[in-house]
């Protein structure tokens, strides 16, 4: 790899403007340099670091063949290289089913990579490049990286010390792999049982508490110089609709948003956070004109710069999601949120469409090239205040030292033990003992991985259990278990002590409520472990003991094994309300609900 200063040297007529301070406030000489390259730049150039973008493949250069396809077919490039030479991106967003996350050392070098080609162009600049890595069930590097318990996992320990270490840890390891921007923390208060796109992804229901945890989650990442992202701004908590596939429409009155969606993002403003993303919601409340709030000016500049203050990088969610693609087309989603006040226009469907709509824009009047110097010169203090003009590149040692250490593993396992909530103990089942329960069977769902690189959940389950001195079985039996199934793991608990039930979000006709209640029929006492949503305990009234664990990644699952044997009490809380399961206006178990030892 060309040492750093040669790269730089290649950027002509550059490297004498990269000499900026972490700085970013109005008027600094750091803003002088910037203004003085911006001003250099093209207009084709400048229009090209407005937008972040996906790329298939796990080399900058060298992709597999199948990915060389997938980028003609969708981007018109072979590799994430042509991408930056042709469109001169800003950035680039990592994901797993592009296959830019194999291994820790392979994401460094793609990220050496992309950086090589991009501040080798004439006028050359660093890449902002980011992933969703929220933990829990949204989480694009997988093992060896540290993965922590999710958002309502964090919220159910409290801690701000811990969401701060999370952050912390995290950030540290993605910067080490040349990850510089983290679409996390989710700051959506999640006040509905049904909203299938956030759910756990959220810290909780209070509003409160979602906001100190988002402003340590956000220190955090931020003292490891990656940027944090709060989104969905303003607010996709209390949704029943998931706006990858549809359009929702959040009802608040304003008077509740200021009390509920809008506290965490407050919260976040005032911790400094680096960047905000827009929700593709409408909230007629916040602006009557039916459009999603990610094209809204009422939305975006009268109420987030203007109310809130806010001054940092606004970036859309991603514009192949269909609650921004309902009312318009793909050539004026971009064109339009620029307007709005957005600063970064992330993963459109079609970049050249996109990208020569924003350009034509500029060129017929429709948008100043003023208007997009604010932008580019908010993005480019972004990666000033991240060092890239000055550190572009990391390490192999770099990656060794810092990912998935020891040290990090364990404070991973530390955390998650926190997050553990236990509902339900009848006749003090729990803490399982080895003496009277030695055999123990682990059914249910198995989920696929949110990383891709951990479970299957009734594996890990059993395997953990077994460590810790049963001797446990694991059969998986699906979130839609058929009645032979149901049968063969009742017929299978006849000959153990206990069952352990991992559940995934049981509904009152589900299957997997008549597998509880049948294996329970069998007299062996069953453990059920909710592994996504905490709902499910209100559907499942059989089990003689419920836990809480928010997701079904390893170190929330080993953790709630090390619960249920006794190794270490429950003390995490509910961070939101679970209703009864026959009349949703009662409250079975209330926020801040959980059992100890």
Not at 12 to 20: D, F, H, K, S, W
Not at 529 to 544: F, G, K, W
Request: net charge neutral; glycine share 8%; with cysteine.
């Amino acid at each position: 790899m060309p040492s750093r200063r040669t790269v730089l040297a290649a950027a002509a007529g550059v490297t004498a403007a990269l000499a900026v301070g972490t700085t970013a406030s109005a008027g600094t000489p750091g803003d002088k340099k910037l203004r003085s390259l911006i001003s250099r730049m093209t207009l084709e150039e400048k229009v090209g670091q407005l937008f972040v973008m996906r790329v298939y493949g796990h080399s900058a250069t060298d992709p597999d063949q199948a990915d060389i396809d997938a980028n003609l077919k969708e981007i018109g490039v072979r590799t994430a290289a042509e991408l930056i030479a042709r469109y001169r991106v800003g950035g680039i967003i990592y994901f797993t089913w592009a296959h830019n996350t194999r291994d820790p050392h392979q994401i460094a070098d793609l990220s050496n990579g992309i950086q090589r080609a991009s501040l080798s162009r004439p006028r050359g600049l660093p890449v902002l490049i980011t992933t969703d890595q929220e933990h829990g069930i949204v989480c694009r590097v997988g093992k060896p990286a540290t993965l922590f318990p999710g958002a309502m996992a964090m919220g159910a320990g409290g801690s701000r010390e811990d969401a701060r270490a999370l952050g912390r840890i995290s950030g540290s390891e993605l910067r080490a792999m040349g990850i510089n921007q983290d679409y996390s923390p989710d700051a959506d208060v999640n006040i509905n049982p049904a909203n299938p796109v956030i759910g756990v992804r959220s810290f909780g229901a209070d509003p409160d508490a979602v906001a100190r945890l988002v402003a340590a989650e956000v220190a955090g990442y931020q003292r490891s110089s990656v940027a944090a992202t709060a989104k969905h701004f303003p607010g996709h908590g209390d949704t029943a609709v998931d706006s990858h596939y549809g359009f929702p429409v959040i009802t608040h009155s304003r008077e509740l948003w200021e009390k509920l969606d809008a506290v965490p993002f407050r919260a976040a403003v005032e911790a400094g956070i680096d960047s905000i993303m827009t929700a593709h919601i409408q909230f007629p409340a916040l602006d009557d004109s039916g459009d999603p709030a990610t094209l809204s000016r009422p939305i975006l500049t009268g109420i987030l710069r203007e109310e809130l203050g806010y001054d940092g990088v606004v970036v859309t969610d991603s514009l192949g999601m269909q609650g921004v693609r309902t009312k318009y087309g793909d050539d004026r989603v971009p064109v339009l949120a620029l307007k709005a006040g957005v600063d970064q226009l992330l993963n459109p469907p079609d970049l050249a469409t996109a990208w020569n709509a924003v350009l034509k824009a500029v060129q017929d009047g429709e948008l100043t090239e003023s208007r997009l110097d604010e932008s580019i010169l908010r993005i480019l203090k972004l990666k000033a205040r991240l060092r890239l003009f000055d550190e572009p590149y990391v390490s192999q040692k770099g990656v060794d030292r810092s990912v998935g250490t020891a040290a990090h593993l364990a404070a991973a396992d530390r955390i998650a033990e926190r997050t553990t909530t236990l509902l339900v103990n009848k006749g003090g089942l729990l803490p399982l003992s080895r003496r009277t329960h030695p055999k123990v069977l682990v059914v249910g769902a198995d989920p696929a991985s949110p990383s891709g690189t951990t479970g299957p959940p009734t594996g890990v389950l059993a395997s953990a259990l077994t460590e810790l001195g049963f001797t446990a079985t694991a059969l998986s039996t699906g979130t839609a278990p058929s009645s032979a199934t149901i049968a063969t793991a009742v017929a299978a608990a006849q000959d153990t002590d206990a069952v352990v039930v991992g559940t995934y979000n049981v509904t009152a006709g589900s299957a997997q409520r008549t597998l509880v209640e049948q294996l329970a029929a069998t007299g062996r006492p069953v453990v059920a472990v909710a592994i996504r949503n905490p709902y499910d305990v209100a559907h499942l009234p059989s089990a003689s003991a419920h836990l809480a664990t928010y997701s079904w990644t390893d170190v929330e699952l080993r953790a709630a094994a090390r619960v249920i044997a006794g190794r270490v009490a429950p003390r995490a809380k509910l961070p939101v309300p679970v209703q009864q399961a026959d009349d949703p206006a009662k409250v079975l178990y209330p926020i801040g609900y959980g059992l100890t030892y």
